[in-house]
Structure formats: structure tokens, C-alpha cells
């Protein structure tokens, strides 16, 4: 890990956007279903992204059995069912909990972690963060103030590589290279061994400074204080809470925000899923090239570690894989492109966005930036950093928006999916 501050700002300062919250956390859990329009969906948290192979196959057998045969995999590396008959519940729940899925009925909304995928198995780890993760989860599901948090409030925990450090968490750990690590919000280090607990003070923190601004934030960048105020918070909560910490001084490597290529990467194999939907073939292929575990990553994808297999094994495994329809090329432009679930699945949805984004990948391809499909201006589950929004009309087209940090936003519109390599080149040649 690097020695650093994570680059997620996750410190307010007084141009917080302000957000009022006038009504409950409705985010969908998979005990509280979701009605969408292809029926009801159900929103399995997974910490760390990381599924034991009899879990996955617990998944994959709800799925086939309850909603649509598929999985859906999130931008926080979580996995959806959707299609699920009304009243599927209570016998959903007994699937996950009997697979080890639901540790703490209370508390399986707020177990929203992503971790760095690649942890322990290619070599670039400054700690293994699967330490953390199975401490802070723990943490989290006996921690009573933690049930308050809202399903969006997210932890990150960065192995120094600075990938999950730039998905603009609430709380992000980073190790960092004297073997401790560095916490934000409240920009200080911490030993590794105490790196879980003091994670879980920050996010309680949080929550008091909610109550005590008579807020209704869910996230820390909705909070009002004014600057260095949440990290003067912090402090004091760890100092309390018998945590050592010295302020974290050090520069960070800057955050990438980025997943690992399709391919043999370490001791894994990485498959890229096209909009992040699994038929059951391909989950079944996952699942049976898998030693003991499979990892979701947020950017959509699946890492396969098999470190007991050889160079041959490796690629035969691969090219199941890519026989099941996953991607296993670096080269592919799938990596690149992502959307909402769109129509039919989504009566906000003003087209089907998957079918538009799916026509045009070659094009997308030749774009400098990442394009993220949004069938309405609520844009669910866009990525962060730079990229190209596009987003569906009420009017049959499309706008285009170029995200870049430091510049100005570029937009034009689209009539067409057809034309998407020439509006790509108005915005940003």
C-alpha cells in the first residue's frame, strides 16, 4: 500500500452539498424487495465483493428458482435478483441465511464495502485487506448506532493501489507502506491492527454529527460542517475509543478508480461481464472454474483466484470463460462501457439503454473516456471520475456530456445510437 492519503475527499467543507431528506432510506436490501417493473428485486449486500464458491452456487439456484435466472452485478460489486415473484421473501431469505449471507438481519442494508479485488494475489498488495474486511464486517453487524446508516453510506478499503480509494467512499482505508494505514475522513494513520475499528468510529461519527445538526444526510458529503470540522470529530472519537492515530501528512499516489484488465492478472483470472448481467451459464462457469471463492468487483467484473493451477490450466479456464460469453480480451472495448438496467426493467427509463449500449460498442471503444448509459437523469449507478454520460430523453434521443475533472463540461445531443461516433467526436475532440 502506498504510505497516503486517500484522494477521495471525504473531508466537508462548507461548500457541502446540502441534501434534505424528507422521507426514508429506501434502498433495497435483500429483505426489503424493490417493485420494479420486470417484477420485484431483491439487492444481496456482499462485503468486499468476495462469495465462497457454495454461496455463489446458493445465488445462482435463488435466481433460477425465484426471479429471472440472472445475476446483476452493481457498482459497489453487490449482486441483484431481479424478476422475483411477489411474496418470494421469506423463502429468499432462508436461501441467504442459510448460505452464510445475512449475518445480522438488522444490519445486511448498511454492509455496503468494496475492497480492492486483486488484494493478495498479483503482488502490488502494501496489506492484504481481507483482514479488514472480515473485521469490519464483523464490527459492523454488532455495532447497534451502525443500523442507522443509510444503504448508500459505502466503506472502501484501498490495499495501496489506489483503485477502490477513488470510488468516493464515505469512510476509505488505505494502507499504506509502514505496514498501518490511513483513514479518511479524519486524515490520520492508524496501526492495521486497528485500522476495522477505526473505520467503524468514523462511520458512528458521522451519525452523530447527523443528530446533532438535526440533518438527514446518508452520505458525508451531504453533511454542512464547516471545514476540518468531521475530522476534528474523528479524532477526538478515536482518541476516546483508546485508537492511536498521528494526522496522515503523507501524499497519496493518486486514486484510479480503476478494475483489473480481462485476463490471467497474478494468481487470478478477471472476466469481464458485459453490463454487468450473468446468465446462469455463465455463472455456472464461474462458479466451476473457481478453487474456493469468487470476488465481484465494482466495476462490474468477477476475480477468479486459482492459485494452485498452471499456466495450461489457466488458459483452458479462461477459455471457458470466454466460450460462456464473458470477456477475457484486455483489448475488448466492454470494460469501457456500462448502463442502468434501462427498459423494460425500469418504467423511469425512457429506453432501453442496454440494447443501445450493446450496438455501439465498437464506437464507444474509440472514445478517450469510459461511456455510462443512463436511461433518465437519475443516472443509477454511474461511475465516478472522468467519462461520458449518456442519458436518455423523454423525447426519443440522447444527451451527451463529457465529465472531466478541471474542465468544463462538453454536451451535445443525439438523436440516434447510430451516431454516436460523431457526437463522441464534438465533445471531445
Not at 470466454?322 to 423494460?344: M, N, Q
Amino acid at each position: 500500500m502506498l504510505a497516503a492519503m486517500s484522494s477521495a475527499d471525504l473531508r466537508p467543507t462548507p461548500q457541502a452539498t446540502a441534501v434534505s431528506r424528507d422521507r426514508g432510506d429506501a434502498c433495497p436490501g435483500a429483505l426489503r424487495l424493490h417493485a420494479a417493473d420486470d417484477g420485484a428485486l431483491a439487492r444481496i449486500r456482499v462485503p468486499g465483493g468476495v462469495l465462497s464458491v457454495r454461496q455463489a452456487e446458493a445465488l445462482g439456484a435463488a435466481a433460477r428458482r425465484l426471479g429471472d435466472g440472472e445475476l446483476h452485478l452493481t457498482s459497489r460489486g453487490n449482486v441483484q435478483l431481479r424478476g422475483l415473484a411477489g411474496g418470494c421473501g421469506t423463502e429468499l431469505a432462508a436461501v441467504l441465511d442459510a448460505a452464510g449471507l445475512l449475518p445480522s438481519p438488522g444490519h445486511e442494508r448498511v454492509r455496503n464495502v468494496v475492497a480492492s479485488p486483486l488484494s493478495g494475489l498479483d503482488g502490488r498488495s502494501l496489506h492484504d485487506v481481507r483482514t479488514w474486511l472480515s473485521d469490519l464486517d464483523a464490527a459492523l453487524c454488532a455495532s447497534g448506532p451502525a443500523r442507522e446508516l443509510s444503504g448508500r453510506f459505502l466503506f472502501a478499503l484501498d490495499d495501496g493501489r489506489g483503485d477502490v480509494a477513488g470510488l468516493g467512499a464515505d469512510v476509505t482505508l488505505r494502507a499504506a507502506g509502514d505496514g498501518g494505514a490511513v483513514l479518511d475522513p479524519g486524515a490520520v494513520r492508524v496501526s492495521a491492527r486497528d485500522a476495522p475499528r477505526a473505520a467503524l468510529l468514523a462511520a458512528e461519527t458521522f451519525l452523530e454529527a447527523v443528530l446533532d445538526s438535526g440533518g438527514k444526510a446518508w452520505r458525508v458529503a451531504e453533511l454542512t460542517l464547516e471545514a476540518g470540522e468531521l475530522t476534528e470529530l474523528v479524532r477526538r472519537r478515536l482518541t476516546a475509543g483508546g485508537v492511536g492515530w498521528t494526522p496522515g501528512t503523507e501524499v497519496a499516489a493518486a486514486a484510479v478508480a480503476e478494475g483489473p484488465a480481462p485476463g490471467v492478472v497474478g494468481d487470478a483470472l478477471s472476466a469481464h461481464v458485459p453490463l454487468g448481467r450473468l446468465s446462469a451459464r455463465q455463472w455456472r462457469e464461474l462458479t466451476r472454474v473457481a478453487a474456493t471463492e469468487l470476488r465481484l468487483t465494482p466495476w462490474r467484473s468477477v476475480v477468479v483466484p486459482v492459485p494452485d493451477q498452471g499456466a495450461r490450466q489457466r488458459a483452458e479456464s479462461l477459455a471457458r470463460l470466454a466460450a460462456a460469453g464473458l470477456v477475457t480480451d484486455p483489448d475488448s472495448p466492454w470494460p469501457r462501457v456500462g448502463a442502468c438496467v434501462g427498459r423494460p426493467g425500469c418504467g423511469k427509463s425512457h429506453a432501453d439503454v442496454r440494447a443501445d449500449a450493446a450496438d455501439t460498442v465498437d464506437a464507444a471503444g474509440a472514445c478517450p473516456l469510459p461511456l455510462y448509459w443512463s436511461g433518465c437523469e437519475r443516472r443509477c449507478g454511474h461511475p465516478h471520475g472522468d467519462r461520458i454520460d449518456v442519458v436518455a430523453s423523454a423525447d426519443g434521443g440522447y444527451r451527451l456530456a463529457a465529465v472531466r475533472a478541471g474542465l468544463a463540461t462538453r454536451t451535445a445531443p443525439m438523436t440516434d445510437p447510430d451516431d454516436l461516433a460523431a457526437a463522441l467526436a464534438a465533445i471531445t475532440s
